[in-house]
Antibody
Framework: QVQLVQSGAEVRKPGASVKVSCKAS????????LHWVRQAPGQSLEWMGW????????RYSQRFQGRVTISGDTSASTVYMELSSLRSEDTAVYYC??????????WGQGTTVTVSS | ETTLTQSPAFMSATPGDKVNISCKAS??????MNWYQQKPGEAPIFIIQ???TLVPGIPPRFSGSGYGTDFTLTINNIESEDAAYYFC?????????FGQGTKLEIK
């Protein structure tokens, strides 16, 4: 079945970077896009950006422009999200989600990133 | 940016009730509206696509309606397992945006 499995929880200090992975299985990786979305404690969800797995085209939310990089490794069916210059407000659960043209359908299990000194 | 105004933020229902959750977009998004259910500590589950289409495997007591700027998620004959957080997503205009969510409690 279609699955997105994310890397484990991370703790970082302010100013550091974090890189979260999302490994896809059960479908043709290069025919879809993958989004990154985050959910801070008690907040709604926030779209960060996406990558088209077939051609590596990326698009980012202006809110994160310059701090987020989404990349992919087609040989490993894996997408990565790196967020730099972390601050306490970046403490959140980060999700990857597949998109085959009708918005996000399958989601990863989420990765908790905690930013604390 | 397209703002999605979702209401109510919280609602309480009794098994067997019918509930409606609204999501209003700040501009026309055609039918590019999806609905999701999320339980605590779990990933979101896709329940309605393209405003009105039930995702395969989702119980038919869930339905969606609307087009353009006004959308509604309806749950008929509520069951205790429907207690969850529900949110809408517009995927018509970048950046994609989400509603603020609705917490549904079952008495």
């Amino acid at each position: 079945q279609v699955q997105l499995v994310q890397s484990g929880a991370e703790v970082r200090k302010p100013g550091a970077s974090v890189k979260v992975s999302c490994k896809a299985s059960g479908y043709s990786f290069t025919t879809s896009a993958l989004h990154w979305v985050r959910q801070a404690p008690g907040q709604s969800l926030e779209w960060m950006g996406w990558l088209s797995a077939g051609n590596a085209y990326t698009r980012y939310s202006q809110r994160f422009q310059g701090r987020v990089t989404i990349s992919g490794d087609t040989s490993a069916s894996t997408v990565y999200m790196e967020l730099s210059s972390l601050r306490s407000e970046d403490t959140a659960v980060y999700y990857c989600a597949r998109d085959e043209g009708n918005g996000m359908d399958v989601w990863g299990q989420g990765t908790t990133v905690t930013v604390s000194s | 940016e397209t703002t999605l105004t979702q209401s109510p933020a919280f609602m309480s229902a009794t098994p067997g009730d019918k509930v409606n959750i609204s999501c209003k977009a700040s501009q026309d998004i055609d039918d590019d509206m999806n609905w999701y259910q999320q339980k605590p500590g779990e990933a979101p589950i896709f329940i309605i696509q393209e405003a009105t289409t039930l995702v395969p495997g989702i119980p038919p007591r869930f339905s969606g309606s609307g087009y353009g700027t006004d959308f509604t998620l309806t749950i008929n004959n509520i069951e205790s397992e429907d207690a969850a957080y529900y949110f809408c997503l517009q995927h018509d205009i970048f950046p994609y945006t989400f509603g603020q969510g609705t917490k549904l409690e079952i008495k």
